[in-house]
Every structure is written in C-alpha cells, then in structure tokens.
T-cell receptor, first 109, second 113 residues
C-alpha cells in the first residue's frame, strides 16, 4: 500500500486560508487521494477526495499536482472548529484506507 | 438515517475474556471496515468486507475475527482479550471502494485489564 508524508503539525489564524501539504511519491495510477479529519474524541470525518483533477466541495478544495506525487488540502477560511488532525490517505480499489500520523492543525483566534 | 452505529460505547474486559462489537449501518452500503486507534496514533485497519458474506484481513488482523452475515451488520470478535487490545475501535462503511467516502461510527472504547 502506498504511503503518504505529512507535516506533524501546523498553525493557522482564524479566518485565514490554510494549505495542508501531502507527499505521495509512490502513488499508483488507480489510487484515489482522500482527506479525512478527526476532531478530539470523535471518529474520522470525510473531507474530500480526488483522482487527477482539482476538486472543490463545501468544506475544502483539493489541489493535485500534475504528476500526482503530491497534493494540498485548502481550507479557504479556517475557523476554530477546523482544529483537528487531518489525514491524507491513498485509497486503492478495495477502498482500504491506510492512515498515517496526520497533521494536527491548530487554529488561533 | 442513523448512519453508522456501534455497540457498546464502552467496555472493560479481563484478560482472556471474549466479546463481540457490533457495527450497524442503514445506508445500504456494500463495504464495511473495522479499525483500531491507539493513543496518539492514526487508525489501523483490522478487517474489512466488500459485501455480505465476505471478509478480508487488513493491517492488524491477529487476535480478531469478523463476520458479515447481513449486509447492514459487521461484527468484530475478540476470542481471548489481551491488554494489547486496549484501544478505541471504529467501524466505517462506504457505498463501494476507493471512489466513495467512508462514514465512521462514534467508536467503542475498550479496556482490557
């Protein structure tokens, strides 16, 4: 299973954009790039996913590099409720999610 | 819709005891998954199922068994609990594979003494 590399932690100010990077240099052609987040004492929550093209939804945007070896999750205006651990995950056709350590995002008021 | 529910929410077991964790989903999802999460770590996949009557091993299957007799339920069994199985257990389901997001339950906190 392909692995991802993320920074351990990041900080942001409230109402500013946040760019969370992820490297996945061993990604295969059929792997989807998924992002989940986990708030304290809760189960993970789906954020966004994509294959090749950039994706937008009500929560975030996902920018995927042309060679697909890296991606960036963009939160357009961080709020205090966005403080969480963000996981970048590659998902194969079985849907298996192999979680790494994730990035702990701290949002300052 | 209740989404994904897990029973029980908390449990304390003695070493060697057995128990079954129940996961139920009402979204008619084909795929279901069991994960465990140890303190400060990401989730690790224990077992998963791609449809009723099927199961497959994940990253850390040893010491656990699963069954998917009904599409909406996925059971995780511990035959002889060990302290190393103290963890938070999460169940998830998805419509199908990688193309679809997974929906997670609230978790079961298990302590083995």
């Amino acid at each position: 299973d392909a692995k991802t590399t993320q920074p351990n932690s990041m900080e942001s100010n409230e109402e500013e954009p946040v760019h969370l990077p992820c490297n996945h240099s061993t990604i295969s052609g059929t792997d989807y790039i998924h992002w989940y987040r986990q708030l304290p004492s809760q189960g993970p929550e789906y954020v966004i996913h994509g294959l090749t093209s950039n994706v937008n939804n009500r929560m975030a945007s996902l920018a995927i590099a042309e060679d697909r070896k890296s991606s960036t999750l963009i939160l357009h205006r961080a709020t205090l409720r966005d403080a969480a651990v963000y996981y970048c995950i590659l998902s194969s056709n079985t849907g298996k999610l192999i979680f790494g350590q994730g990035t702990t995002l701290q949002v300052k008021p | 819709n209740a989404g994904v529910t897990q029973t029980p929410k908390f449990r304390v077991l003695k070493t060697g005891q057995s128990m079954t964790l129940l996961c139920a989903q009402d979204m008619n999802h084909e795929y279901m998954y069991w994960y465990r999460q140890d303190p400060g770590m990401g989730l690790r996949l224990i077992h998963y199922s791609v449809g009723e009557g099927t199961t497959a091993k994940g990253e850390v299957p040893d010491g656990y068994n699963v069954s998917r007799l009904k599409k909406q339920n996925f059971l995780l069994g511990l035959e002889s609990a060990a302290p190393s199985q103290t963890s938070v257990y999460f169940c998830a389901s998805s419509l199908q594979g990688a193309l679809y997001e997974q929906y997670f339950g609230p978790g079961t906190r298990l302590t083995v003494t």
